[in-house]
């Protein structure tokens, strides 16, 4: 009797893993989760099916044994160093220990598909995040080139979503919705295509059944349907809440030329998935945010 396939996923108890993973035991599959903390950001029910195993380690010391028991037909290597600002030459040890533990895994378990969750942040020149992602990328690219497995590049922009306090959006609803003002940096006409988190994973999610019709090493630039400035957002944001926030607009603008706007036309079209309008996004983003804080304060006034 042959045993039953699973897809593993790394960094299952973060933000996008957690819902990846739900999506995909939603569709049916059996997965295998490794994170650092249990249960994370995993849902209650998520934990109990039966479908599901979660496994706790560092990655980067190694990969669980029982793991290379399992029929794994694929991989989504979410996990990442996130101290790549302050630490980079840890961040970036780190994170090319756990990419060469993967790479190891795949090639040992020989596996249909490698899915790497990368970033826009390889074109910023500066960024020690998009360093590391740019080096892990090559990595796996160079290691699986002559082998059976498949590599599947995902560059994801910023993503937002629950459990979100750092991205722009989520610090500009915020402001607007205290009336603070909105000080934008010099980068205010820089466009931005951002995603949501469900939406992320919902592209990840299109590649676990799409993969065997897509080129054996391929590469997608994520992104919403269109993108909007740092500036458009911001007003967005304070109309939608109704806000007296005052966006305040440094005297000199600096272009941004690391901002690169991806085709959504490909990934559509590759992955028969559509892709949302960023301004409807962002606004079903503030309604949910809306319902939860009425929710948590026992109110309905907006």
């Given amino acids: 009797m042959q045993k039953q396939k699973y897809w593993l996923v790394t960094g299952a108890t973060g933000r996008l893993g957690s819902a990846l993973v739900s999506r995909l035991l939603h569709n049916g599959h059996f997965v295998i989760g490794l994170g650092r903390s249990h249960p994370g950001l995993l849902a209650p029910a998520t934990i109990k099916d039966p479908h599901f195993k979660l496994f706790l380690g560092d990655l980067a010391q190694g990969v669980p044994a029982d793991i290379y028991h399992h029929n794994i037909e694929g991989i989504f290597h979410l996990a990442h160093q996130h101290n790549a600002a302050r630490m980079p030459s840890k961040a970036l040890t780190q994170n090319i220990r756990m990419t060469r533990q993967i790479i190891a895994v795949s090639k040992q378990i020989k596996i249909s598909v490698l899915v790497y969750s990368s970033s826009g942040s390889v074109y910023e020149e500066s960024s020690s995040y998009g360093r ?139 992955l028969d998935i559509a892709l949302p309008p960023f301004n409807d996004s962002i606004l079903s983003y503030i309604k949910k945010l809306s319902a939860s804080k009425r929710r948590a304060t026992g109110t309905f006034k907006n």
């Fill in 132 to 270: 590391i992602k740019h080096l892990c990328e090559l990595l796996i690219r160079k290691q699986l080139r002559t082998t059976t497995v498949r590599s599947i590049i995902v560059r994801l922009p910023a993503i937002y979503g629950p459990h979100d306090k750092e991205s722009i959006i989520y610090r500009f609803i915020h402001w607007a919705r205290t009336n603070q003002d909105i000080v934008l940096d010099c980068q205010s006409k820089t466009a931005r295509s951002l995603l949501q988190t469900h939406q992320a994973a919902d592209i990840l999610l299109k590649i676990a059944s799409r993969y065997p019709y897509l080129p054996r090493h391929d590469l997608f630039m994520a992104c919403s349907r269109d993108s909007m400035t740092v500036h458009e957002i911001a007003q967005l944001a304070v109309q939608a809440t109704g806000s007296k926030s005052k966006i305040i607009i440094p005297e000199q603008i600096t272009p941004d030329n690391s901002a690169v706007l991806a085709d959504a036309r490909r990934i559509e079209k590759s």
